[in-house]
């Protein structure tokens, strides 16, 4: 089991550029999460999906952020344009559904300058 | 509204004390109550949870938690730290067994263990 995956691990890139986070889930798990981790916020969930269609994206913060799932074993979210307060871990985790536990990747470390 | 307390930002133990990290949660009804670890530069890893039943749970590494309704608490525990436990501890509280994404998260406890 090599867990959930995420690319890049760390991301540096210049305000109004797009970047994209990738995540693997763990095979079989069939809800995928994404969440943001900053000092001031914690962690804040922004889109949740099940069996691979978004069910509630009420924490993505702006049309900048977008995300998708083509298929149960990859997805991605999507900042265009990026700013600086966008700078955050992105966390990508997944799980069987039900009350069974989250499983996280390593996160993707965003510095926008 | 639903919110999660983790009092302490910060705490510094002696390798082999005890420890206790705390948590308050606001909530109407019956919550479930998760403890998570998260070690320097990866994710969080379930130490344990509670749904119900024994109010006394376990979980891994020699951790347990116990869930006191009418404190609104739900405290982890270790009798004897180790080095390796040093982290952030985060509690979060679901609304419902059965849907993940109403987790409410606190903003973590830092540990440190000094040798």
């Known amino acids: 089991d090599a867990g959930v995956i995420q690319s890049p691990r760390h991301e540096v890139t210049e305000m109004g550029q797009e970047v994209t986070l990738r995540c693997k889930p763990i095979s079989g798990h069939n809800s995928l999460f994404w969440y943001r981790q900053t000092m001031m916020r914690g962690l804040e969930l922004l889109i949740y999906f099940n069996n691979n269609v978004p069910i509630d994206d009420s924490g993505m913060p702006e049309d900048r952020f977008s995300a998708k799932m083509p298929n149960a074993s990859f997805s991605t979210l999507k900042i265009q344009p990026s700013e600086p307060r966008d700078s955050a871990v992105y966390f990508c985790?997944?799980?069987?559904?039900?009350?069974?536990?989250?499983?996280f990747g390593n996160g993707t470390r965003l510095t926008v300058t | 509204a639903q919110s999660v307390t983790q009092p302490d930002i910060h705490i510094t133990v002696s390798e082999g004390a005890s420890l206790e990290l705390r948590c308050n949660y606001s909530y109407g009804a019956t919550p479930y109550l998760f403890w998570y670890v998260q070690s320097p530069g990866q994710g969080l890893q379930l130490l344990l949870k509670?749904?119900?039943?024994d109010t006394l749970v376990q979980g891994i590494k020699g951790f347990e938690a116990e869930f006191k309704r009418s404190q609104s608490s739900f405290n982890l525990r270790k009798p004897s730290v180790h080095w390796s436990d040093a982290a952030e501890y985060f509690c979060a509280v679901g609304t419902n067994a059965g849907n993940n994404r109403k987790l409410i998260w606190g903003l973590g406890t830092s540990l440190a263990v000094n040798p």
């Open positions: 985790a997944s799980s069987q559904g039900g009350g069974s536990p989250l499983h």
């Open positions: 509670y749904f119900s039943g």
